[in-house]
């Protein structure tokens, strides 16, 4: 299966501050990745679909100025909180699917745990 | 609308004992069918698959699942628990038709008692 890094695994930031979380495929060139928000004791959320050299397509209800993603190579996806709040603070993980139907299971990252004090 | 129900919030099972944590799906069409675990604070590692074929699927780590048409379920199974097995695990279906829609359940945590 694909390998899937995040950077960083938990970051603490201010109200106000930006944080950007990188997604890294060490394996395979992914042009599609997948961003996900979780909170405690929930479900995972889909917040936005990552395309390499396109725009995102985020899901309703998410703010795509508050959540700033950029796909710029095959390896690696960016998640930007601009302007972060306390209510900002979640398990992000991103995802990414080695192949090119939906019969391919998709590859996680180990998360990155944001706390906006 | 498109969802998957994970009926169980919590399964406690005891060290040595067969397993079930269920799954029911409400998807149009085929849909492709998979189970994830997740350890605390860490992403979502795949267990298995079904795509087509024999309804019984064998993944990792003993685990198993069972594909029912019928009654729109993908349950899985390890015949004999582990203490290690304690986590949490999702039931997740993907629309043939749409690669980028994978829709989770709500997760069952799993505790394994010695």
């Known amino acids: 299966g694909a390998v899937v890094s995040q950077h960083p695994s938990r970051v603490i930031c201010k109200s106000g501050t930006s944080v950007k979380i990188e997604c890294r495929s060490l394996d395979f060139q992914a042009t599609t990745m997948f961003w996900y928000r979780q909170f405690p004791k929930q479900s995972l959320m889909l917040m936005a679909t990552s395309n390499e050299g396109s725009k995102a397509t985020y899901e309703q209800g998410v703010e795509k100025d508050k959540f700033l993603i950029n796909h710029a190579s095959l390896t690696l996806s960016t998640l930007t909180v601009t302007s972060a709040h306390p209510e900002d603070s979640s398990f992000y993980i991103c995802?990414?699917?080695?192949?090119?139907?939906?019969?391919?299971?998709?590859?996680f990252g180990p998360g990155t745990r944001l706390t906006v004090t | 609308a498109q969802s998957v129900a994970q009926p169980e919030d919590q399964v406690n099972v005891a060290e040595g004992n067969p397993l079930t944590v269920k799954c029911t799906y409400s998807v149009s069409g085929n849909p492709y069918l998979f189970w994830y675990v997740q350890y605390p604070n860490r992403g979502l590692q795949f267990l298995l698959k079904?795509?087509?074929?024999?309804?019984l699927v064998k993944g990792s780590y003993g685990f198993e699942a069972e594909f029912n048409k019928s009654q729109t379920s993908f349950h899985l199974k390890k015949p004999s628990a582990l203490v290690s097995d304690s986590a949490l695990y999702f039931c997740a279906v993907r629309d043939r038709g749409n690669f980028n829609k994978f829709y989770f359940g709500s997760g069952t945590k799993l505790n394994v008692k010695p």
């Open positions: 995802s990414l699917t080695p192949g090119p139907t939906a019969a391919y299971e998709q590859y």
């Open positions: 079904y795509i087509t074929g024999d309804n």
